[in-house]
């Protein structure tokens, strides 16, 4: 599976950016799909995931309300909708996949298989 990333860009505290990640080479559909993210100087942490069927989503406490992921099958793509932007969520994203037989949602970095290229997503105040 290849992961592409995009959407990231500068906003300004408060603002809106979708990200996205197209998927090719394997079955989408069977993966469960999480974005992580790193800052300079920080551990890349998780920000929010999604179970293979879509039924499932888990969210980082911080972004919780703010942040919205969603998955389109039919394009193999997974979205991570970042609305009232804080400086705070100033990093590079990444997007993740991996297989699951259960439609869970993974959290943890090292489960995931395959990783896309990062996008950078610039909150200013």
């Known amino acids: 599976v290849q992961l592409q990333a995009s959407g990231g860009g500068l906003v300004q505290a408060g603002g809106s950016l979708r990200l996205s990640c197209a998927a090719s080479g394997r079955t989408f559909s069977s993966y469960a799909m999480g974005w992580f993210r790193q800052a300079p100087g920080k551990e890349r942490e998780f920000v929010a995931g999604?179970?293979?069927?879509?039924?499932?989503?888990y969210y980082l406490d911080s972004v919780k309300g703010r942040f919205t992921i969603s998955r389109v099958s039919a394009k193999d793509t997974v979205y991570l909708q970042m609305d009232s932007l804080k400086v705070e969520d100033t990093a590079v994203y990444y997007c993740a996949g991996t297989w699951t037989r259960q439609a869970i949602v993974v959290v943890r970095d090292h489960e995931y298989t395959y990783w896309g290229q990062g996008t950078q997503v610039t909150v200013s105040s």
């Open positions: 999604i179970s293979w069927n879509g039924n499932n989503r």
